[in-house]
Structures are given as C-alpha cells and as structure tokens.
C-alpha cells in the first residue's frame, strides 16, 4: 500500500479520519505507524496529500489530512477484454488499475469457459476491492470504470464501432500479424481474448469494428502478462 | 500448458515417452486427450515439435514424438532482481521464463526482507518446476540460468562490471530519470529493485558498475509488473 486511500465515510471533520478497518490493520501491522508520523493519503476519485496519525487506540486511528496534489494522468484507453479464469481475474482488476487503464469492458468469447461468469470476483463490492488494491499500490485515486458486456456479438457489432472511433483500434492475438505498434500518440481501443486466443471468427467480427490484430512475437503470453506487455509497449 | 515439456527421463525410445505425473494429469484432465490426438511437444534444452497419443491408461500415456522446430529465441539480457517476497517469487521465475529472459541474478538489497531468502522457493527443484510452467506457457524449451548472489556489494562491485560490460546497463527506479528508452536494439543488464525501491547507496553502486537510472512513470509498479513493463518496452 504506497498511497492510503480515503472514502468519504471515513471523514469525521473536513481534514479528519478515523480507521478502523484493513487499512488500520495495515498501518499497525506492515507501516508500524506511531503518533505523529506521516503517511500519503488520497480521497478516492479526488486529490492527494498528507496525513499526521493524530491517535491510536487499539481498533482504529485518527488522522489529520490535507489534500495538494493531482493524481497520476490515465492512459487514454478503452481495454476491452475476454474474461480471464476468476484467480487470473481478481489480479487483473489490481493490474489495471495500477497501470492506469480508465475503462475496461469484459466480454464473453467463445474460449471463455461459462463458470468463469459465475465467480463472486466479478460482484460489484469485489471489482471495487480490487480496483482500489491497485490504485493504492500505484498511488492513483480514481477508481476505473468497468463494464460488463456478457454477449460478445451484439456488444462488438453494436457498441464497438463508437468507442472505437476516432482512436486506434488494436486485437493482440498471436499470428501472421503486424507488430504491435510503440509509442502511440493518440487513444487507443484495445482488445485482448481469453487463454487460448480469439477464434477467426471473432477476430473477423473485431476487425470490422474498427480492431486491427497485433501481435507481439511468438510467446504465448498468460493475460495479466499480455496486457501489461502490450500496455507498456502502446504507450 | 501450450508445451507439452520432455524430460530426457521420459523417454523409452527415441521416438516414444511414457508420462505418468502432472502432465499425465493435465494431458487428461484439461486438454481430454484421447489415442490419435496430436500435441505440441518440447524436449528441455532441445527442439519442438509433434506427439500422438499412442495408448491411454490409468495412470500414464504413451506418446510417438517428433522433433523439427528451434525454440523462440531468447532476449538479449541479464536481468538482475532483488528477491522479492516469497509468492511473488514463484510468479517470477514463471514470468521471465515465458517473457524469454536467459538469464536472471537474484541480490539481495537493503529493503529485502531476511525472511525473504528462506523460502523453499528458492530450492533448486522449486525454482526448476516454475521456470518449466514458464516455458510450457510461452511455448520454448531453454531453461533460464539463475544465480543467486546473496552479498550484494560484493556482487556489484566485483562481478557486475564485467556482466554489464559492452551492455547497455539500466536500473528500473522511480525518480527523476530518464524515460526508459525503448526498442533497444544491443544487449541489455537491467536492474530492478525490491518493493520499496533501491536504497540511493545501491542506486549509486549500480551506476558506478555502468547501471543508469531510468523510470517508467509516477505509478508504483509491483515487481512482476514492473518486469514485464520494462522488458516489453526496451524489446
């Protein structure tokens, strides 16, 4: 945890915080915090700042906070994704979050097993946990946005073609491809499929959204992977 | 598994292995081989190419297998890494396996936990079985060389000049740096530090062994990402 962050539940005066939850748990057990130290802060969708442990009792602490600094530019992109197997999915939310990706959209795709759709990683309370894990890893306080599509045909033909206009659209998916361009000056859509790729079919249906394939040599890369290589590589 | 990894032991013939453990287990369990099916093999250290499932039993499989494709060749790089912690740990030996790096030196720097050096992780037989899911899910057959320097100064000092000679030498570290730079197209020594970052007393001797500093960007990166973002940007 580089950046503690804040919700407004937390605020018992206009620059005072009490916790008492896995965050203090957290300052005691890895920050050993004492009276008086100071910590970063962030309110979540808001700015960052300091705050001064004004007290510790044995379940909660009190801060003193104040708020000066912008949080970290997002990349300006749409991540559509294939949604990964549930333990490869709880991490991504962090990933993402942590790299700066400002909306992702899973999808379903024909490799995408039906159970995968079923796992509590993908309830409300559970993305946001996660989400929040990465900005605070990453020192970034706006929460992504993230949409769930569950049919891939009507999303990619109906919606894709919006969001992906006026930006350039990219699939990674393995192949006799185009590298997958560097240094990318503008926004970017992009698409990645699920262990095992996208099947032709659904790279024909992404193409005509406006996505073009890349790829990046010939490693299979695991998802969490994938997106941070291409990621890093984009812009 | 997208590479089904030979081991010389596996062997009955030159043309034929019988396989009984995980893969054995995975063979059945995920792919649902059946006799006559055909997979991507590899023989560690050595060539790819086909297998056909020649008989099914209860507890093994017996394979005819051919040999006719170079593994993906490898990045041109040493990449030394302060050892993380433990689960992190084994996600990495996955990680540079499949991202291709040939050869990686874990140092121990100020910030890693003491604890950290006694995982069973770091077994020689642990640190094996991960690089071999590495290389199954990247599809390559050369195992990575890994070197573990406990001392850090006199690793630095003593045997990285040499390393990083004629390279170009990089320390991933947040700060007022350089931007990482991007398509490198000679070797590379790269240097990434524990969480919590190098301390500026080894940040000063890795640039007195021919290391510079270079960042990626305000966002904290965990150690797994932070590798894959730097590799995937200087490749």
Chains 1, 2 share one sequence.
């Not at 808001?46 to 906070?65: C, D, F, N």
């Not at 912008?70 to 994704?81: E, F, G, S």
């Not at 995968?116 to 946005?145: C, K, M, Y």
């Not at 769930?148 to 930006?167: G, M, N, Q, S």
């Amino acid at each position: 945890m580089n950046l503690l962050l804040l919700e407004e539940a937390d605020f018992v005066a206009a620059d005072r915080v009490v916790l008492a939850d896995r965050r203090f748990t957290h300052m005691q057990d890895i920050h050993r915090v004492a009276v008086g130290d100071r910590l970063r802060v962030g309110r979540i969708g808001g700015l960052m700042g300091q705050a001064e442990v004004l007290s510790l009792a044995a379940h909660q602490a009190e801060l003193r906070v104040s708020f000066d600094q912008p949080p970290p530019a997002k990349l300006p992109l749409t991540l559509v994704l294939a949604v990964p197997r549930p333990k490869m999915l709880r991490r991504l939310f962090q990933t993402i979050a942590t790299l700066g990706v400002p909306r992702l959209i899973l999808v379903n795709s024909y490799k995408v097993e039906k159970s995968f759709w079923q796992t509590p990683f993908l309830h409300p309370d559970s993305i946001r946990e996660n989400l929040i894990l990465g900005l605070e890893q990453a020192r970034d306080t706006v929460l992504p946005e993230v949409i769930i599509e569950k049919r891939f045909k009507p999303f990619v033909e109906d919606r894709l073609p919006a969001i992906a206009a006026d930006t350039l659209g990219l699939v990674g998916h393995p192949g006799p491809y185009p590298a997958c361009p560097r240094a990318v000056d503008r926004p970017v859509t992009l698409a990645i499929g699920p262990e095992g790729g996208w099947i032709p079919y659904e790279v024909d249906l992404l193409a005509e959204a406006g996505l073009a394939p890349v790829q990046l040599g010939e490693r299979i890369l695991r998802v969490e992977t994938a997106v941070t290589a291409l990621l890093s590589r984009i812009f």
